[in-house]
């Protein structure tokens, strides 16, 4: 069903990442329907957007959608959301096209896709990158998996989200695009914090020290965003540490797979861990929270 043109959407999972997300696709105009554990999430968007409908379960949010939309954590409540009780699976149908946006790996993803596929629904595996920042401003870079007809029908709701969209291929391209994402990333966040950690004890001036490295060939997004908020002991979440260890352990799993082992992202991990450990609350800090367990 379209309204307006534009296509229905049920969007379930309004955290950290998912609540930015949702509040642009009701800005752009798409019929929303939301489902959130916490209801209170949902009717805070319900009394930002007056469209806005709120759904009792995961089935009921897919019940009316032509692309449900979820983003949630971790691979248990992907598949709890799609194949348990009250799930997506039970109001599946021909015309839906379903999209995840989570960190999951390729196996959940075909799992998923294969099991949709039975009722006539299509599915696209979309991780995203760029953290809450890219999510309130809609500028996340989105990687997806899945026919060309389901990333058709998906692109329209990308593109009130993200600002780079990428067909990567088949399900499960966009979770493996991810996890290559995540590495690099993870090495990028260990290079700040060995490299601010050198700086201090060098006895150099921190500021100066972010300002002249963040102009030259050592530059990147890690070290002009997470290194100022290192230095000042900022650790609030734009992407959790909990979430990050995660992301490396799906990589590292898959790298196994491959034959391959992946030494500096496990070194990461166990920095990572550390921090975890040792900050309060540790699994909910930003991932620069990894400079306290240097």
């Known amino acids: 069903m379209m309204s307006n043109g534009k296509p229905r959407v049920g969007f379930i999972g309004l955290g950290l990442m998912g609540a930015g997300m949702a509040r642009n696709i009701a800005r752009a105009g798409f019929p929303l329907t939301v489902y959130n554990r916490t209801r209170l999430r949902s009717e805070e968007l319900v009394a930002e957007f007056g469209g806005v409908t709120v759904a009792d379960s995961p089935r009921h949010a897919a019940e009316s959608a032509d692309v449900l939309v979820s983003i949630v954590s971790d691979v248990p409540d992907v598949e709890a959301i799609y194949l348990g009780t009250d799930g997506v699976i039970e109001a599946a149908h021909s015309g839906l096209t ?60 990308f593109e009130a989200m993200g600002k780079k969209i990428v067909h990567c291929g088949p399900v499960g391209s966009g979770q493996q695009t991810k996890l290559v994402n995540q590495i690099v990333v993870a090495l990028n966040l260990e290079a700040v914090a060995e490299g601010l950690l050198f700086a201090q004890k060098a006895g150099l001036n921190i500021q100066t020290t972010l300002d002249a490295v963040g102009a030259g060939a050592a530059s990147s997004w890690a070290w002009n965003t ?4 290192m230095a000042s002991g900022d650790y609030e979440p734009g992407f959790k540490i909990a979430h990050q260890i995660k992301d490396l352990r799906l990589a590292i799993e898959a790298a196994e797979k491959a034959g391959i082992s992946l030494r500096g992202a496990r070194l990461v991990v166990e920095n990572l861990q550390r921090a975890q450990e040792i900050l309060p609350d540790g699994g909910e800090r930003g991932t620069q929270g990894i400079i306290a367990a240097l």
Do not use: N
């Open 98 to 157: 379903c999209v995840d946006m989570g960190t999951v790996g390729a196996d959940c993803a075909s799992r998923v896709a294969a099991a949709l596929a039975k009722k006539g629904a299509e599915f696209v595996d979309a991780p995203v990158s760029g953290g809450v920042w890219g999510a309130k401003e809609g500028t996340l870079s989105i990687m997806a998996g899945g026919s060309d007809a389901a990333y058709a029908a998906a692109l329209p709701v």
């Open 226 to 229: 997470l290194g100022p908020r």
